[in-house]
């Protein structure tokens, strides 16, 4: 008698094997049979019709504070992710010393858009070393699984104070601390070691972040203790020179980022994407990556299923927010604000109007519309490169901002535009498919729980079923789609437990209707602490979504079920 059975169901089982029909036991939590299973369960999951998929494995998320009060980790909770990694771009809360906590949520809020009073009034700070901050995070009931690698700024600050905040050199004492605190962390779970080294992730007082100019000594020695540990363990780069396309700097780069995973035996994984600035650069990322793991290295470029992208709308981000004009109507209720937006006085004033500052969002908002696009109430990530906001107002000969106004007031103001910021400089994303056919390539960069008020890329996991592997006509293989964010993202980060329907593995299982699968129009709520506002992202389609064998998703409820657990680096294979 099994605990469960699910029956009859379509499984991919994520190793990149042929789908099958077939029926999955699951006992304590863990799979115990795969195929025609005879005998009989306490519960039985009847899947015929149905996709059954391992739970998906993401490896770039930012739910660092989150975690610490939604056990559902929302949006990708409803994604069908089953284990979310933390502690991305080099910024995390572990280890921190007291005095310095408002400065590392300060930080945070900086770098990655998450509101500081949310974090304020959610984080219970019951840790200062990383080791209490894992255990802190076990102790609060979850359903979605957490893991986490060590930020760079974190490390720096806890040992340097307001040095390693400006991004002085260590001393060689210091340098060691900061190596023996990565060894302290890898002991206790940590899965690995990130650090950032581009000009676009800042202080709040507009400075490099803590690490950005580290030298090449230190990176060194804290990855040498990631390395020396012997049981997986990955460092994350968020290198400079790709977001600004310029060779010369990416070239430096993935050198020493290869000379890192050489002498460590680490992994070392980076974000890269096509841009605008040089569109063809992202082919030389992965020769380079490519050439360097033939010498020996492990080099992972990480790249994004999707267009890397902001979205527009009167209730968040977009490009007449810091107007005067529009900041006077920022206090009014939603319903008022509303009506003064379609009041034709206001709309000439706010599209007469421009930003007093001299800033990157200036700069950023100069002029979007060409790779700017409506996302409709069926988003659509990969639009005709024709249909956009610059196209469009010419063919109707008016200004671009115009045009973009006035569809923001569609959906009662609510309305979205999404503007492409990398990804589809060919006004396609034939080059993300080529990115995501290589071996070398892990697919990530999703943020969740990150840039709240312009980006919601938590679903890239469900973008990677319908759009790659149901609608579009030049797509990928059902198998290849599965397994590149299951079994891929889990190993890649040496997780071995869970990521295949295969016996013996953790029961993280989603099961899907394919045909009714679909991302739901983005919606930003005010449901952080404090009050603090998000854009989220529903999914329809997801069926249940099983963590260790139980349901904690049905139909994109919660159930109330918390099985989650942190996946530490330090308990594979034990």
């Not at 139909?555 to 918390?562: Q, V």
Request: hydrophobic share 40%; aromatic share 6%; glycine share 10%.
């Amino acid at each position: 008698m099994h605990d469960l059975i699910i029956r009859g169901g379509t499984i991919v089982d994520g190793t990149g094997s042929s789908s099958f029909i077939g029926d999955i036991a699951i006992d304590d939590g863990k799979i115990t049979a795969v195929g025609q299973v005879s005998e009989d369960a306490r519960e039985i999951i009847d899947a015929e019709g149905l996709l059954v998929t391992p739970g998906w494995v993401d490896t770039h998320t930012h739910y660092d504070g989150q975690a610490t009060w939604d056990p559902l980790l929302t949006p990708s909770g409803w994604h069908g992710v089953t284990t979310a990694i933390m502690g991305n771009c080099g910024v995390g809360f572990a280890p921190v010393a007291p005095d310095h906590r408002d400065w590392m949520i300060d930080l945070m809020e900086s770098v990655e858009d998450i509101s500081a009073d949310a974090l304020k009034a959610g984080i219970d700070w019951q840790w200062v070393s990383f080791p209490e901050y894992l255990d802190a995070l076990d102790r609060m009931p979850r359903a979605i699984n957490v893991g986490s690698y060590v930020g760079h700024c974190a490390l720096r600050t806890f040992v340097m104070g307001e040095r390693g905040a400006q991004d002085e050199d260590p001393t060689e004492a210091e340098t060691q601390q900061m190596a023996d605190l990565m060894s302290e962390a890898m002991e206790a779970g940590a899965l690995g070691f990130s650090t950032s080294r581009t000009a676009i992730h800042l202080t709040p007082g507009g400075d490099p972040i803590p690490g950005t100019f580290a030298k090449e000594a230190e990176l060194m020695a804290i990855a040498n203790a990631v390395g020396s540990y012997g049981n997986g363990g990955l460092v994350e780069v968020i290198a400079a020179g790709v977001e600004t396309g310029e060779r010369e700097i990416q070239e430096t780069e993935i050198a020493l980022m290869s000379r890192l995973s050489l002498e460590s035996g680490c992994a070392v994984t980076y974000l890269t994407a096509q841009i605008g600035k040089d569109p063809d650069l992202w082919r030389e990322s992965f020769r380079l990556a490519e050439e360097a793991n033939a010498a020996g290295a492990m080099l992972i470029p990480q790249v994004s299923c999707r267009p890397v992208g902001m979205l527009f709308s009167f209730e968040s981000e977009n490009p007449f927010a810091r107007f005067p004009s529009f900041i006077e109507l920022k206090g009014l209720p939603q319903p008022d604000r509303l009506a003064a937006l379609r009041d034709p006085e206001v709309k000439a004033r706010i599209l007469a109007d421009k930003d007093p500052a001299l800033t990157a969002w200036t700069q950023l908002f100069a002029n979007p519309w060409p790779l700017t696009f409506e996302l409709g109430e069926v988003p659509d990530y990969e639009p005709d490169p024709d249909t956009n906001i610059k196209t469009l107002s010419e063919k109707q000969g008016r200004e671009p901002a115009e045009l973009a106004y006035e569809l923001m007031l569609k959906n009662d103001g609510q309305a979205f535009l999404f503007c492409a910021t990398a990804g589809f400089s060919d006004g396609n994303l034939d080059a993300t498919r080529e990115m995501l056919l290589s071996s070398t390539s892990m697919v990530g960069g999703s943020d969740g729980g990150a840039h709240c008020n312009f980006i919601v890329d938590a679903g890239v996991p469900t973008f990677m079923l319908t759009h790659w592997a149901r609608d579009r006509k030049d797509g990928l293989p059902l198998e290849m789609v599965v397994r590149k964010q299951t079994s891929d993202t889990a190993r890649r980060n040496g997780i071995t437990d869970r990521g295949e329907l295969l016996s013996g593995q953790r029961a993280d299982i989603n099961l899907i209707d394919l045909e009714k699968l679909t991302s739901l129009a983005p919606l930003l709520v005010n449901d952080l602490p404090a009050g603090g506002s998000r854009l989220i992202q529903r999914a329809e389609g997801y069926v249940a979504t099983l963590v260790s064998g139980q349901v904690i998703m049905k139909n994109g409820e919660d159930t109330g079920a918390r099985p989650g657990s942190v996946v530490r680096l330090s308990q594979m294979g034990r």
